[in-house]
């Protein structure tokens, strides 16, 4: 045991392996929305931090979530060691900036860009922010073609599936941009071609197609989205760019889907984001913008920063931002390369395929996705199963086995169906997985032992993953 001294002179006995380590009761409770007048002892602190994050779910069994939660321990080290650097400090850490250059080239490469030279890509801090650049630079490439034309350039819409991220509500709501969403359906679950002729205009400013739809992990038709725009285009009307959302599917299909062609193969695919936190494997806080060519990124966007007695330039909504992401997804493209980035993706897609054919069969689901696009699969009830019991239910006592597997509303004119998802990574092994489908079953069966319908306590409508 060791007594503390603290600011006021009070001595707080501390033993290292006490559990009970917590502020003293006996003296005055620790104000939660108001700065503490004294200090704290860094060891009781910390105690009290981690104690309170130890509520929090275990991230590893967080089904919900599209964002690595597992790497290894060089990686552990390696962000250690580097979590001290600035992304803007390019002078200061030209290593830094040279090393996040070579990793959007490997992906501009990656999804096929017809001159890497002439491409241009940066890091982010995820797709949202990524999507925030393509977007701008459609919207002012837009403009400035109108201009030249002497139209008007008040009204433009982006055109994009009522199941897009919300990010790019948020893009459009922050840039005055309306959003013309094409409802998804039953029978059009995803975008498709005829549907986006008829939605764009000589004020589109570009349609977003999503590798990787968030709701049920399905990819949209990239091609056939192009070659209706194509022909438009070759008829006269209106010539339309394409943004790729890949946040998920970026970082996939080039792995497990090589032939499937939705990238910059396709000549109207403009610009693509993917979020390196995702499926690029890398821990929170990293996002890819890319565009096919240099043109597509209208030089009023970018800004320049002194770079080894010169400047070079830069894009990006925030001045400020963790370097150690970018070294960590370098650290990941030199470890795996081709080969490993293969098998680690199939290796979740055959835990997700494992997992959505065991859930099948065991009567009350109905596969709405199979995890065969991106590792991600949906499912809703069966009508005919006749449950006393809703999704939300199942979700609420899974919980409460540590398993985090959110049950929510499908987007608008699909609001009526629930479904829930599961994202398989990296880290849930064949293992878990087993253990997921037994706790699944025992859940199923104490549900259906109850009579009558249950409350349930489900998060809001409106999921927003
Ligand atoms: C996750 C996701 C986003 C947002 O990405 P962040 O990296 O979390 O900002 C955008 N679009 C799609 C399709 C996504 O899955």
């Known amino acids: 045991m060791n007594a503390v001294p603290t600011p006021s002179g009070r001595e707080v006995q501390h033993v290292d392996l006490n559990p009970q380590i917590a502020h003293d009761p006996a003296s005055a409770p620790i104000p939660l929305f108001t700065l503490p007048e004294g200090q704290l002892d860094a060891h009781e ?46 002078d200061e850490y030209p290593k830094t900036a040279d090393i996040e250059n070579r990793c959007w080239r490997i992906l501009a490469d990656l999804w096929s860009a017809p001159d890497p030279d002439r491409a241009i890509g940066t890091s982010t801090v995820g797709s949202s922010e990524a999507a925030m650049l393509a977007g701008l630079a459609l919207m002012r490439r837009w403009r400035a073609a109108r201009r030249a034309e002497g139209k008007p350039t008040d009204r433009p819409n982006l055109v994009m599936s009522s199941a897009v991220q919300v990010c790019w509500e948020k893009f459009c709501n922050y840039w005055d941009i309306e959003m013309r969403l094409i409802s998804v359906s039953t029978e059009h679950p995803v975008l498709d071609g005829g549907q986006v002729r008829d939605a764009v205009d000589e004020n589109s400013i570009g349609v977003v197609a999503i590798m990787g739809v968030t709701y049920t992990g399905l990819y949209e038709p990239v091609e056939e989205i192009c070659q209706a725009l194509d022909a438009l285009a070759a008829e006269g009307g209106p010539d339309v760019p394409v943004h790729v959302d890949a946040a998920s599917g970026g970082m996939i299909a080039p792995f497990l ?24 494997l890398v821990y929170p806080g990293l996002g890819w913008a890319i565009w096919r060519d240099q043109d597509y990124l209208p030089e009023d966007m970018v800004f320049k920063v002194s770079y080894l007695g010169g400047d070079m330039p830069t894009l990006a909504l925030n001045f400020s931002r963790p370097g150690a992401q970018v070294l960590l997804q370098y650290y990941l493209f030199m470890k795996l390369g081709r080969e490993g980035y293969t098998a680690v993706q199939q290796a979740t897609q055959d835990v997700a395929l494992y997992l959505s054919r065991e859930l099948e069969k065991m009567g009350p689901f109905e596969l709405v996705s199979d995890g065969s696009d991106i590792p991600v699969f949906a499912w809703k009830l069966k009508e005919s199963y006749g449950a006393q019991w809703t999704l939300y239910n199942l979700s609420d006592r899974l919980r409460g086995r540590g398993w985090l597997i959110p049950a929510y509303p499908m987007p608008e004119d699909l609001q009526e169906t629930t479904v829930q998802r599961i994202v398989v990574r990296n880290g849930l092994g ?30 809001q409508p409106g999921f927003t993953h």
């Open 45 to 90: 602190a910390y105690q009290l931090v981690h104690d309170e994050a130890m509520l929090d779910g275990n991230a590893r069994l967080n089904l919900a979530t599209f964002v690595t939660t597992w790497m290894d321990d060089w990686a552990s080290k390696l962000y250690a060691e580097t979590v001290d650097k600035n992304m803007i400090d390019k």
């Open 257 to 280: 889907q090589p032939d499937l062609v939705w990238d910059f193969r396709l000549e109207r695919v403009v610009s693509i984001n993917t979020s390196g936190h995702k499926y690029g």
């Open 430 to 459: 064949f293992n878990l997985a087993r253990d997921l489908l037994s706790d699944i079953e025992e859940c199923v069966q104490w549900l259906d032992s109850l009579d009558g319908p249950i409350p349930h306590e489900h998060a």
